[in-house]
């Protein structure tokens, strides 16, 4: 429909969930030429898997542009000055991929518990060893980043019985039935002390880099189980090693990186006490479906004039 508004979908390849797109009037391409014809009248930009440049371009030449939205939920490869500094509202993706990061928290917080790395050790061998395993409905799990991804670790931790500390900029004013303690960022090392398990959920911002580092580890218990399912660089991957070598901490769940893909040689790969999944925590059968499901409603809230929802902070980064 001509009274539409036009989208220019910014895509690096022929995903097949631009074929969700067909009742919406949009332009797909990977580069600025592709979209170059229609940027006079694009009023929203759905920056689906084109790099930040391309977006940047496109952004800037966009008279009309009254938004723009991200599939993905970290931005940190996405912001750029421009943007940053405009009212134009961006959105993005955040929840729609949490449930399984959750899931991959929990998972990871059991293959610890039970100590699968054994189990299958030993099935290897085809070596009968009983050895104790731990109950985790007696332990403390502390979440720190308490957005969507939060949410979805907490749910499924309290339904495990565990106690669960969450660290956040702002404790919500109303008591949040999910959580039994809430701290403040400069207190992080006072909750870390408290763990058994430390999921990490938070964004890459200036602020949570490395935010996780020689320091924190110290403070962890030497039982302590680390896991990140948020970005990368919050933890530095070095003072991970450096704790892993030295037996400050137990191990560690991993499904985001510093650096990715993970070279080979890198010595993260070594450790038999390290859960390394290949940032594919959240690639279920369905989520690029869900995410373009969620764009297309989002869209039908603006064609409507209704509030967009996952509107982003873009000063904090998410």
């Known amino acids: 429909m001509s009274d539409q508004p036009l989208v220019l979908v910014l895509a690096a390849g022929s995903d097949p969930q631009l074929a969700m797109l067909d009742a919406i009037r949009h332009v797909a391409g990977a580069t600025f030429e592709d979209v170059a014809g229609a940027v006079a009248e694009a009023e929203a930009i759905l920056h689906w898997s084109a790099n930040r440049e ?37 959105t993005n993706g955040s929840g729609v991929f949490s449930q399984s990061l959750g899931e991959f928290a929990l998972a990871s917080i059991l293959y610890f518990a039970k100590d699968f790395p054994r189990m299958l050790r030993n099935q290897q061998a085809q070596r009968w060893e009983q050895f104790d395993v731990n109950e985790i409905a007696s332990q403390t799990v502390g979440i720190v980043g308490y957005g ?20 956040k900029r702002h404790a919500p004013a109303e008591r949040d039935a999910l959580i039994d303690k809430f701290y403040a960022p400069q207190n992080l090392r ?20 490395h935010m996780i580092s020689d320091a924190e580890f110290a403070a962890m218990k ?32 991993l499904d985001v990186f510093e650096h990715e893909p993970i070279p080979t040689g890198d010595s993260i790969w070594r450790f038999d ?46």
């Open 54 to 90: 391309t977006l940047r371009k496109v952004f800037l030449a966009c008279p009309k542009l009254r938004w723009v939205h991200s599939r993905n939920a970290g931005l940190d490869n996405l912001l750029f000055p421009e943007l940053i500094e405009s009212p134009i509202p961006l």
């Open 148 to 167: 969507n991804i939060g949410r979805a670790v907490a749910t499924r931790a309290k339904a495990m019985g565990m106690k669960v500390l969450a660290l």
């Open 190 to 209: 006072e909750m870390l002390a408290g763990c058994d398990y430390v999921v990490m959920a938070a964004p890459l911002t200036g602020e949570t880099h």
């Open 222 to 253: 030497p039982s302590a189980v680390v896991i990140n399912v948020g970005r990368g660089p919050v933890i530095d991957q070095a003072a991970l090693i450096r704790a892993l070598t030295r037996k400050q901490i137990r191990g560690a769940g």
């Open 273 to 318: 006490n390290v859960l390394i999944s290949p940032h594919t925590a959240d690639h279920t059968s369905t989520w690029l479906d869900d995410a373009m499901k969620f764009f297309v409603e989002q869209y039908e809230r603006f064609c409507d004039g209704q509030p967009l929802r996952n509107v982003v902070d873009k000063q904090l980064g998410y």
